[in-house]
């Protein structure tokens, strides 16, 4: 969790191309902050926990449904779009045939929690499709999770490339430098997720990967918090960025990031 959240206050900033393309600037000022990518991912992991790894597919999908209107509902403010805002508010909420990034920014949880690719994928399918119904939206979410599972479990960074670009379709040919001049502010999965895959696969370490995932402008939250994501995963991350993100998010969010740390790695996070 500690990297979805990281790359979403370190990208939040940039969002609608705020700064430069560069991958050259500092990495918490006073405008960072967590949005809806944070909220949505504590949402998720705290549902995913609630259930147990062994849950039937439907019982995940009421919970993380449940969980995602009571975390909305408790951050109104955060940055969701208009129509995952209408969702938050129904009585009886359902999928509405999204393909947006923001299966794919929510679904961390998924990559760190279970045992086999193949039930990362189930997870990580029935968190996305009750909003992002869309094949394209279950699909970056399924990317982003099989990812992170792979990295968790030593995969190297050309293997994690392979299995992306057969299972999911995507073209992770391109390089940053061939990406950033044309990219714009977009939000299908289709267009964020394999960008957010390349910025991690450049990446040396996870706060350069998160640094990629900014320079590319557009929505630099959403992309940063799927790299960051994978990176974590894949690098490992420092002691000091973690507690930046202790640091500049609020207790009801340190409450899940710390029993997901118990869940995952088996120690208590430090507190604030």
Same mark, same amino acid.
């Given at each position: 969790?500690f990297?979805?959240i990281?790359?979403?206050?370190? *990208?939040?900033?940039?969002?609608?191309?705020?700064?430069?393309?560069t991958?050259?600037?500092?990495l918490?000022?006073d405008?960072?902050?967590?949005?809806?990518?944070?909220?949505?991912? $504590?949402?998720?992991?705290?549902?995913?926990?609630?259930?147990g790894?062994?849950?039937?597919?439907?019982?995940?999908?009421?919970?993380?449904?449940?969980?995602?209107?009571?975390?909305?509902?408790?951050?109104?403010?955060?940055? #969701? *779009?208009?129509?995952?805002?209408?969702?938050?508010?129904?009585?009886?909420?359902k999928?509405?045939?999204?393909?947006?990034?923001?299966?794919?920014?929510?679904?961390?949880?998924?990559g760190?929690?279970?045992?086999?690719?193949?039930?990362?994928?189930?997870?990580?399918?029935?968190?996305?499709?009750?909003?992002?119904?869309?094949q394209?939206?279950?699909? *970056? $979410?399924?990317?982003? $999770?099989?990812?992170?599972?792979?990295?968790?479990?030593?995969?190297?960074?050309?293997?994690?490339?392979?299995?992306?670009?057969?299972?999911?379709?995507?073209?992770?040919?391109?390089?940053?430098?061939?990406?950033r001049?044309? #990219?714009?502010?977009?939000?299908?999965?289709?267009?964020?997720?394999?960008?957010?895959?390349?910025?991690?696969?450049?990446?040396?370490?996870?706060?350069?990967a998160?640094?990629?995932?900014?320079?590319?402008?557009?929505?630099?939250?959403?992309? $940063?918090?799927?790299?960051?994501?994978?990176?974590?995963?894949?690098?490992?991350?420092?002691?000091h960025?973690?507690?930046?993100?202790?640091?500049?998010?609020?207790?009801?969010?340190?409450?899940?990031?710390?029993?997901?740390?118990?869940?995952v790695?088996g120690?208590?996070?430090?507190?604030?």
């Amino acid at each position: 969790m500690f990297g979805a959240i990281l790359g979403d206050i370190i *990208g939040s900033p940039f969002e609608f191309d705020r700064g430069d393309k560069t991958k050259h600037f500092e990495l918490f000022s006073d405008g960072c902050g967590f949005t809806d990518d944070t909220v949505m991912t $504590a949402a998720v992991a705290e549902a995913l926990l609630a259930v147990g790894n062994n849950a039937e597919v439907e019982v995940i999908k009421g919970e993380v449904c449940r969980k995602m209107q009571e975390w909305g509902r408790k951050y109104p403010d955060a940055g #969701y *779009g208009e129509h995952f805002l209408d969702w938050l508010y129904e009585e009886n909420p359902k999928p509405y045939g999204s393909y947006g990034n923001g299966s794919a920014m929510r679904v961390s949880a998924a990559g760190w929690l279970y045992a086999s690719l193949e039930r990362t994928r189930e997870v990580s399918a029935a968190a996305a499709a009750v909003t992002h119904n869309h094949q394209e939206g279950i699909k *970056g $979410a399924e990317a982003v $999770a099989s990812c992170i599972y792979l990295a968790r479990n030593g995969m190297g960074k050309e293997e994690i490339k392979k299995f992306a670009a057969r299972e999911f379709s995507y073209n992770l040919s391109r390089t940053l430098e061939q990406i950033r001049p044309a #990219y714009y502010h977009v939000e299908s999965c289709q267009e964020t997720v394999p960008e957010a895959i390349i910025a991690f696969l450049e990446g040396v370490n996870f706060e350069d990967a998160v640094r990629n995932a900014v320079s590319l402008g557009g929505d630099t939250d959403t992309l $940063a918090a799927i790299t960051g994501s994978i990176a974590e995963a894949f690098f490992g991350i420092p002691e000091h960025l973690k507690q930046e993100c202790r640091n500049r998010i609020d207790h009801n969010l340190r409450q899940v990031l710390e029993a997901f740390e118990v869940k995952v790695h088996g120690r208590k996070e430090k507190s604030e």
